[in-house]
């Protein structure tokens, strides 16, 4: 399972291929299955080499995209993206008992660091600006309530000169 996925691989022990299954794509009849095929081998199968067919091996990269597939009789490994369906890399004359896949738990801790120093952060940017705006809020509040009563006196003072204003007409 990666990416929302859930990808089976199936070597082929009479051809040069394997079959990567997608299990998690909705509807799986058994018309509507997604398999795609990766050749990795262009070389003639030539067969009878093993009793059943060939002796494949296959190992996942553990939370990578990559199978290994080995191919005894060839003395050959292939490294398949299940994802692209593609031929990565071909590893010649590689004893395939010493290939070892291994999981970087000093890696995985520094991504977890960084998604929590990430998520931290963010926490703390939406608190200040939540804490600007709220104080923001109460700067505007203040300035509208000084300009306001300005306006006010204003009236106040405007009325008072029309008053006197009206008096001087009418002696």
């Known amino acids: 399972y990666k990416d929302g996925k859930t990808m089976v691989v199936f070597p082929s022990g009479t051809e040069h291929k394997v079959a990567i299954v997608e299990l998690a794509s909705g509807d799986l009849t058994n018309d509507n299955i997604p398999v795609s095929y990766v050749t990795f081998n262009t070389d003639e199968f030539i067969q009878g080499r093993a009793p059943h067919g060939r002796y494949r091996r296959i190992e996942w990269a553990v939370d990578t995209n990559y ?39 000093e890696r995985a801790r520094q991504i977890e660091l960084q998604k929590q120093l990430v998520s931290e952060m963010t926490q703390q940017m939406t608190q200040q600006q939540e804490q600007s705006s709220s104080t923001s809020g109460v700067g505007v509040a203040v300035a509208a309530i000084i300009v ?24």
């Not at 006196?153 to 009418?170: C, L, P, R, T």
């Open 148 to 171: 306001g009563a300005f306006a006010v006196v204003g009236a106040i003072a405007n009325f008072m000169y029309m008053v006197s204003m009206k008096k001087s007409f009418e002696a």
């Open 67 to 105: 199978v290994w597939v080995t191919d005894g009789s060839l003395e050959e490994t292939y490294v398949i993206d299940v994802m692209t369906k593609q031929i990565k890399s071909v590893l010649r004359n590689i004893d395939t008992g010493s290939l070892v896949s291994v999981q970087n738990y």
